[in-house]
């Protein structure tokens, strides 16, 4: 089946550079660029076997990449200081992002995990101003070593936040789940620990680099005969891209670069994304590894153009 075009900008998206929706988490970082992996303790709150796996060092990117992140997301990135009395994307430090797996037609359920720089009582009543504003009825729980605040009215998500600034967004079971990976006490079963083996085993391939993703093959997986899609931004003097597709079979990955040659040759044709014409597919057996170096004033462009609606 021919993906359509909103398929296949998602499936290069994913390839090239890992959720782009994930940009605002970095905007503001101050310190000078180097690549490091995310730490260990926030990586073990994430729930053995996600779907999904997104990790952005935001302590890692450097002021100049902030500046071009903030122009690529229109300025409005963040606006919480007038109802918090502080911009809490500013304590970000380390973000992981997880999508658990889901059937078929299920809206799956997500978490977003963060280290910061946060004190406790100030996240509560920022959220609770949040919720407040919106019309709702901000309530406090006490989960372990988290406080929590929810909405009462639309308890649809909920956050959490450590005394050592560990911050949880999340909603349902996957929220428990996330409190008690976090805490140690997140048992899985044998299905998940070894697709958390899978993940572990690809984000060796595309580390060391700022923002690492790898996805897994469940339903609705984008690409058919793919098991697996993993993809990395190093941010440096450069830009590095890399990115890894796992096929269940050599024809699989031959049929599965046509795919990606054919969106890429349509991506480039747009204004901001003509310098991912240098990016290279190299087929070896049943895998695809991707490489690509682009200069490091395309970022805000390139990113510009992967946000459009």
């Given at each position: ?18 959720l ?8 503001h ?9 995310a ?21 890692a ?11 690529a997301?229109g ?7 007038q ?7 500013l ?5 992981a ?5 889901a ?27 949040v ?8 309530v ?11 909405d009462?009215?639309?308890?649809l998500?909920?956050?959490a ?14 929220f428990?789940?996330?409190?008690d ?41 984008p ?13 440096g ?25 054919k ?16 990016t ?20 805000g462009p ?6 459009a609606?």
């Amino acid at each position: 089946m021919t993906p359509s075009r909103a398929e296949s900008r998602l499936t290069w998206l994913v390839l090239v550079l890992s959720l782009a929706a994930s940009v605002w988490l970095v905007v503001h970082a101050k310190r000078a660029p180097r690549a490091v992996k995310a730490a260990p303790s926030l990586l073990g709150a994430v729930p053995a076997g996600p779907a999904l796996l997104l990790t952005v060092d935001v302590a890692a990117l450097g002021e100049a990449t902030a500046i071009e992140l903030l122009r690529a997301g229109g300025g409005a990135l963040l606006g919480l200081r007038q109802t918090c009395g502080f911009e809490p994307l500013l304590g970000l430090r380390q973000v992981a992002f997880a999508l658990p797996l889901a059937e078929a037609g299920q809206t799956p359920d997500f978490a977003l995990i963060a280290q910061t720089t946060l004190d406790q009582e100030p996240v509560l009543r920022c959220a609770e101003a949040v919720i407040r504003k919106r019309g709702g009825n901000p309530v406090r729980s006490t989960l372990g070593d988290f406080r929590s605040v929810r909405d009462q009215k639309k308890p649809l998500g909920e956050i959490a936040i450590r005394s050592d600034g560990l911050f949880v967004l999340s909603g349902g079971q996957y929220f428990r789940d996330v409190v008690d990976a976090a805490s140690g006490r997140f048992v899985a079963d044998e299905a998940a620990r070894e697709r958390a083996r899978k993940h572990a085993a690809l984000r060796r391939t595309l580390e060391p680099a700022q923002l690492v993703v790898t996805l897994l093959d469940g339903p609705g997986f984008p690409v058919p005969g793919v098991h697996s899609l993993g993809a990395s931004l190093g941010v440096g003097k450069d830009l590095e891209l890399r990115g890894f597709v796992g096929c269940y079979s050599a024809a699989g990955c031959g049929e599965a670069r046509l795919v990606f040659e054919k969106v890429k040759a349509e991506l480039t044709q747009e204004p901001g994304l003509a310098s991912l014409r240098d990016t290279k597919l190299q087929l070896d057996g049943a895998a695809l590894e991707l490489t690509g170096h682009l200069p490091r004033e395309q970022l805000g462009p390139l990113l510009a153009q992967l946000l459009a609606p």
